[in-house]
């Protein structure tokens, strides 16, 4: 199989590794590694082999910087990237490691240490998975006693390789010399009668390796086999390859047979949303070669509530080796409910403009003074909310119904006579949109569902993201998409990923309420690989307070929130009788471990919301003049829609390009991302500006007339929507504020290092 082109591969901890450098340390990491995919002999990469103390035959570095190293497993053609770091941590930790390709198990890189033996950084670890890997197995399983003898072994030594894993030989063996090392290392990757032969892969240009990788590599945690062009490409967009970074801990779930629907939760930045991309993936493999009743299978739908995430989320799957984007439909819920309309020749259109007119008429005509809704001091847009989200968003058809339900997410308490004139509300509103012919997008997703609930299933399977955002409604529609005639689930037909603690839209179901159940095949992601300890403590520190009902489970963030004592497995799952997971939020569970430190987020004063655009333009021109990051990697994230083109214009005055997040589609592209903490969701960007939290700006102040209740109700979502924005931020955190910071900002406050900016 013999190949032109110098291909490599990824192994899981690459990317871990290269997290742990600073900002400029990762660019030349990147460049160093986009330079050998074109030429591995290129002088300034200085490869150098590195045999250390096992004997590895595969062990190489480059040479990224002065101080920078890449770990490298090279064989034939090809390489696999392994660790990234500084010199004397990697030539220490080359001392004690291989890559090795057993002949019965995944391919993977290993470290041999004993116990109290910590090499600086202290290197990311095979950690357990479903699936025991090689370390967790009898070292040479296939070598029978006999064939060890012949090999050179006596009985004492066989009884110690009869005790040891690789992950304990050294323990077991505790006086074992570099050469038996070297020679268990090499009787791994044959066959015993191949050895007895003599024959070795020790050729440098054998393809053994590059077969391994292609057959395994994917069971062992590594990436597909990546040409240069591919590799350019990764390169050329660090952090989108972020976003579809997959750690082989998650990769249990997203290859998992479940019997039913599926659940994965987690807080922010730990691959909820990957998880979802890879499990598409996956499906699709699985299921595009189908036939369905002569033609071809249904696609996999994956659908979510804000409208620009999907565009992002196809650019995304794109970027994954091997996905079939052809197999793969990606529409928001609004638009999704508009096809099933249209198909089914029931047009609903929404004229947003005659809505809103629709509601104030409605208002205005039940709404009269000493009413129980205008003496409680409920606004109008309350009360739209609760209309749409809590009566359309339920399906809910009578006033008992109404009476009866507990409003899950709604802080602000409705007794019985409330109710009723909440339902009076709801008549009213409805004969208005049918005078103004015209609907809202509550009532197309209804339609829909009932549409749905009427026919065949449309879509083989069903990936729900940022499912905590969906109305009850939203998701009996897509589940009715993909259940059988009689309304019972699949096999594998529908899988969410969300987290209520990110809620950013009012309202609120529990999954028993949607008639889905997801026990026993759910679970909770426990690693954070997006954010910094820094960032993640600020956010929580912040914004982590509100108690948090995630679809029928209840937790308070803040207090489970402890990154020094989370568990040590990426998810945290117990087995049930059947065999599948199920995890029930807990103290201490929501926890999620963070992988590295950084630098302390940034707290700015400045005179005017005008100072604040002016800062965040000098100081994104500072970070582009500095290479310290890529400017396509830099958002700024402001809270209200009309606040959107007035830093836009700061930051094109300052000659810096500018692309609205509205139009990004998950591509790299050199402009400065700007937009509104809800288009951020689901985002995630190396660096992000928050504009105006100011002190009565954000959250804004309590209407007149506005019960307290009510303003609780908004105090709380804002809380969350600032906890989805810091955390959109990977590297570095700026807030500006005027006048005093946001009193959401005030527990966190002595975690920022505080600046003020003179104009």
């Known amino acids: 199989m013999a190949s032109s082109k110098n291909l490599t591969s990824l192994d899981p901890g690459f990317l871990e590794s290269t997290s742990k450098l600073e900002i400029n340390e990762q660019g030349q990491v990147m460049n160093a590694i986009a330079q050998y995919t074109k030429d591995p002999a290129t002088p300034s990469l200085q490869l150098e082999r590195l045999s250390g103390k096992v004997g590895s035959k595969r062990l190489w570095s480059i040479r990224a910087s002065i101080e920078l190293r890449v770990l490298i ?39 041999l240490e004993r116990k109290g033996v910590d090499l600086e950084p202290k290197p990311v670890e095979n950690r357990k998975t479903s699936t025991p890997t090689k370390q967790e197995q009898p070292i040479l399983r296939q070598w029978s006693n006999r064939d060890l003898e012949q090999a050179g072994f006596n009985v004492g030594e066989i009884d110690m390789l009869r005790k040891s894993t690789l992950d304990t030989l050294l323990d077991v063996w505790t006086d074992i010399s570099e050469e038996r090392l070297s020679l268990i290392m090499d009787l791994i990757e044959v066959q015993p009668a191949d050895y007895l032969q003599g024959q070795l892969i020790d050729d440098p240009d054998d393809e053994y390796l590059y077969r391994a990788i292609i057959e395994r590599g994917a069971l062992g945690g590594l990436s597909s086999v990546l040409d240069d062009d591919e590799v350019q490409r990764l390169v050329a967009a660090p952090i989108e390859e972020w976003m579809i970074f997959l ?24 691959g909820k949303s990957v998880v979802a991309l890879h499990r598409a993936a996956a499906l699709a493999k699985q299921f595009g070669s189908e036939q369905v009743g002569g033609d071809a299978s249904p696609p996999i739908l994956f659908t979510t509530y804000i409208k620009t995430l999907p565009p992002v989320f196809d650019g995304l799957f794109r970027q994954i080796p091997s996905s079939r984007p052809d197999c793969v439909e990606f529409v928001n819920i609004d638009r999704l409910a508009n096809q099933i309309c249209n198909k089914a020749q029931n047009q609903l259109d929404v004229d947003t403009d005659k809505v809103k007119s629709a509601f104030t008429k409605a208002f205005q005509a039940i709404v009269t003074p000493d009413t129980p809704l205008h003496t409680s001091g409920i606004t109008k847009s309350y009360l739209l909310d609760e209309v749409a989200q809590v009566i359309k968003g339920r399906g809910l058809k009578s006033l008992g119904e109404y009476q009866r339900i507990e409003r899950t997410g709604r802080g602000t308490g409705f007794g019985t006579h409330m109710r009723t004139q909440v339902w009076e509300l709801y008549e009213a509103y409805q004969q208005e949109l049918k005078k103004a012919k015209t609907y809202d997008f509550a009532d197309r997703i209804l339609v829909a569902r009932d549409i749905a609930l009427s026919q065949p299933a449309q879509y083989r399977a069903a990936i729900v993201d940022e499912v905590q955002d969906l109305t009850l409604v ?39 309420e949607a008639g889905v159940d997801v026990r026993g095949r759910s679970a909770v992601l426990a690693t954070n690989y997006r954010n910094s300890k820094n960032i993640i403590d600020v956010a929580m520190s912040c914004a982590g307070a509100v108690k948090v009902d995630d679809l029928g489970e209840k937790y308070d963030p803040a207090e489970t929130h402890d990154s020094e004592a989370a ?44 100072a604040q655009a002016d800062f965040i333009a000098q100081e994104v021109q500072r970070l582009a003049v500095s290479d310290a990051v890529a400017i396509g990697d830099i958002a700024v994230l402001v809270s209200i829609n009309n606040q959107e083109k007035k830093v836009q214009r700061k930051l094109e005055q300052a000659g810096l390009r500018v692309l609205p997040i509205k139009s990004y589609t998950g591509r790299f592209s050199d402009e400065v991302k700007v937009g509104t903490l809800f288009r951020a969701k ?5 660096i992000v500006f928050l504009y105006n939290i100011s002190d009565g700006r954000f959250p804004k102040k309590q209407e007149e007339n506005m019960s307290d209740e009510e303003y ?14 810091m955390t959109r931020a990977r590297d570095q955190l700026y807030v500006l504020y005027s006048g005093e910071p946001s009193p959401l900002l005030e527990s966190g406050l002595d975690k920022f290092e505080h600046r003020v900016h003179e104009t």
């Open 474 to 512: 939203g998701l009996q529609l897509v589940r009715a998409l993909v259940s059988d005639e009689d309304g019972v689930d699949k096999p594998n037909a529908l899988f969410l990923a969300g987290d209520g603690g990110q809620r950013i839209y009012p309202g609120g179901f529990t999954l028993q």
């Open 712 to 725: 609780a109700d908004h105090v709380a979502l804002d809380m969350s929507r600032l906890y989805v924005a």
């Open 682 to 686: 689901g985002l995630e960007f190396k």
């Open 247 to 270: 750690h082989p801990n998650q990769r249990e779930l997203v290859e998992r047979n479940f019997t039913g629907p599926a659940r994965v939760r987690g807080s922010a930045g730990t």
């Open 567 to 610: 568990q040590e497995d990426d998810t945290e799952q117990e087995t049930d009788p059947g065999q599948e997971t199920d995890t029930k939020y807990k103290r201490g569970e929501m926890a999620a471990k963070t992988l590295r430190d950084g630098m302390s987020p940034v707290l700015v004063q400045a005179e005017d919301e005008d």
């Open 73 to 111: 497993a090279k064989q034939g053609p090809a390489s696999v990237f392994l660790r990234a770091g500084h010199h004397d941590y990697i030539y220490q930790l080359a001392q004690r490691s291989d890559f090795v390709a057993p002949q019965d198990g995944n391919p993977q890189f290993v470290t």
